[in-house]
Structures are given as structure tokens and as C-alpha cells.
């Protein structure tokens, strides 16, 4: 078990305390030191003997973190100094270096790629909670609201497409944390309350899927050989594919709802029209990871029947995915029906 090694035990409480750091500062060397407290307690996360690619995984992710994290302290401390520029224009360029963190376009590049390379535990670190210090940093910013628009919309795009041609589970999910970040950054410019609903809603449909991969220990889509399942763990598994694509009445709709209340309330209508109708190109994949176990048949290979006696659907992906399932049609019921 992760927790029983004192080492990582450690590191995970000096990246929560670094996060704690940064989203609690009133300054913005105390915000700097916080991200990079939680830089150097999660790159020793980032390595295992387990896996060949961790090692430039976790190179390639100290590179860019470092960029960036240097690129927002040489920004503040020009902040009292520069006066030709507009506050709004250099708290944008500011937001520019924690959109680099996160892993948002056009700075995306190094997300997929680091992504290879880490366990499931990680990867699931990396898309939740290392998002959650630059979206409270810039929850604080204003920041020019056509820039921000180019974004979140860019970020749908590139979520939607760059996902529709990979093989690689860890990959998918990394281009579905990008679409999900343009939806965060819309709730995010619409109010905070929105964006904090969405990353907790985000984070529940994340960790499902994840600890599903985890317990099946696949690596590409044609691991993912489901015929040898129960057919309760391939409901769970198709529920919690379509909630994170935010197909209703799952729980992954609720959010994208609540957003798209807002957006026509706030006459955005140009964006939220674009941004409904181009993710569901993702639905394409996430329904690609299911479809063979519910309208193929094949053969089970022998490796298969090896494995098929050990996997089990954890209780914590069962209890995740009932509140998938549940959710929203109680929600709809207890604040629309009365």
C-alpha cells in the first residue's frame, strides 16, 4: 500500500501542504514558494522502479514547472515596477505562466507526454490536485477576458481532437483533463463558486475511472479486453466513462449544466455553443474504451484467464460510481421539484 511507505507519506503531506501554502498567501513570494515546495515534494513522487518512463517523465515535468514557476516570480517582482503596461495586460501574462503549470493550451505539450510515463496514482495527482493551486492563484487575477475566451475554447478543441487518434489509456485521459480545464476556465470567468463545483464534481469522475484502469492494470486500449467481466463491472465502467463525458442524467453532466446556465444568463452565447458542440467529439472515445464488451464478442485470451480470477471492482469504485449514477437526478429533484 502507498500509505504503509513513510517516504511517500511524507511527500504527499508536503505537496498538500505546499498547495495550502499557495491558495492560503496574501503575497506573491509566499504564493512562489508554495508552488515550488509542492514542485519538490511531487517530482520524487513521480519516480518508480516500476516504469522505464518516469524518469524523463518526471525530468521533463521539474523543466517546465521550473520555466514557469521562474517566469511568475521574474512577473511579480516586475509587477511594482513596470507602469507602460496595463495591470490587466500583466495580470494576464502572469495567468499565462499558471496555465503553463496546469497543462492548459497552447502550452499543452508537455501534459500528454508526462502523463506516459507515471503510475495511475500519479496521473491522478497530476490532472486534480496540481490544478487546484493555479486555479485558486487565478481565481485572483483579471485578466483580458478575450484572451481567456481564445483559451478555454482552444482547450476544448484540443481535448476533443487529440484524443479521438491515441491508443494509450494514460494519453486519453490526459486530453480529457485539457477539455476539462477550457470548461473550468469558462466556470472560473463566470463566478468562482462555479469552477470550485466543477473541480470537485471533476475530481470524483476522475478517480473512479482511474481506479478502475488501476485495479484492470491496463496500459492501451487493447488491454482492455472486457469480455471476461462481470457485467456489473462493465455497467460501472460504461457509467463512469459517460459521466466523465458529462452524458446525462450522470453525475458529469451536472457541472457542464450548471455552466451553461450561467453562460446564457451572461449572454456567452457564441462560446458555449462552440464548446457544447465540439466536445462531443469526446464522447467518441470514451465510448470507443466500452463498446467492445457490450457489442463484440471474442475470444479470451490466456492471459486473460489468468487475470479475470483477481480483478475485483473495489468498494470505493462502487460507492463513486452509485453517486454517478445517482446524483443528479437527486439533485434535480430536491432543488427543481420543490
Known amino acids: 500500500m502507498l500509505m504503509l511507505n513513510p517516504s511517500k507519506f511524507l511527500f504527499i503531506m508536503v505537496l498538500i501542504l505546499g498547495t495550502l501554502i499557495s491558495i492560503s498567501s496574501n503575497s506573491w513570494p509566499a504564493t512562489w514558494i508554495g508552488l515550488e515546495i509542492n514542485l519538490l515534494a511531487f517530482i520524487p513522487l513521480m519516480s518508480s522502479k516500476d516504469s522505464m518512463m518516469s524518469t524523463e517523465a518526471s525530468m521533463s515535468y521539474f523543466i ?36 503553463i503549470k496546469m497543462g492548459a493550451p497552447p502550452f499543452h505539450m508537455w501534459f500528454p507526454s508526462v502523463m506516459e510515463g507515471l503510475s495511475w496514482f500519479n496521473c491522478l495527482v497530476l490532472m486534480t490536485w496540481q490544478k487546484l493551486a493555479p486555479f485558486v492563484i487565478l481565481s485572483y487575477l483579471t485578466f483580458n477576458q478575450q484572451i481567456m475566451t481564445f483559451i478555454m475554447i482552444f482547450s476544448v478543441i484540443i481535448g476533443s481532437i487529440g484524443g479521438l487518434n491515441q491508443t494509450s489509456l494514460r494519453k486519453i485521459m490526459a486530453y480529457s483533463s485539457i477539455n476539462h480545464i477550457g470548461w473550468m476556465l469558462l466556470a472560473l470567468t463566470l463566478s468562482e463558486n462555479l469552477w470550485q463545483i466543477y473541480y470537485v464534481i471533476y475530481t470524483i469522475m476522475s478517480s473512479t475511472v482511474i481506479l478502475i484502469f488501476h485495479n484492470m492494470s491496463s496500459q492501451h486500449i487493447n488491454q482492455i479486453s472486457l469480455n471476461w467481466l462481470p457485467t456489473m463491472s462493465k455497467f460501472i465502467l460504461l457509467i463512469s466513462l459517460l459521466s466523465l463525458g458529462g452524458l446525462p442524467p450522470f453525475l458529469g453532466f451536472l457541472p457542464k449544466w450548471v455552466v451553461i446556465q450561467a453562460s446564457v444568463y451572461s449572454e456567452m452565447y457564441f462560446v458555449i455553443t462552440s464548446m457544447i458542440l465540439i466536445t462531443l467529439a469526446t464522447l467518441f472515445y470514451y465510448l470507443r474504451l466500452a463498446m467492445t464488451s457490450f457489442l463484440m464478442t471474442s475470444t479470451q485470451p490466456n492471459w486473460n484467464q489468468k487475470t479475470s480470477s483477481k480483478f475485483m471492482i473495489s468498494k470505493y469504485t462502487s460507492v463513486l460510481s452509485v453517486i454517478s449514477l445517482t446524483a443528479l437526478p437527486l439533485y434535480t429533484v430536491l432543488f427543481y421539484g420543490s
Open 64 to 99: 517546465v514547472q521550473a520555466m514557469a514557476s521562474s517566469m511568475l516570480l521574474t512577473l511579480t517582482i516586475s509587477n511594482l515596477m513596470i507602469t507602460f503596461i496595463s495591470k490587466e495586460m500583466l495580470n494576464s501574462i502572469i495567468a499565462s505562466t499558471l496555465l
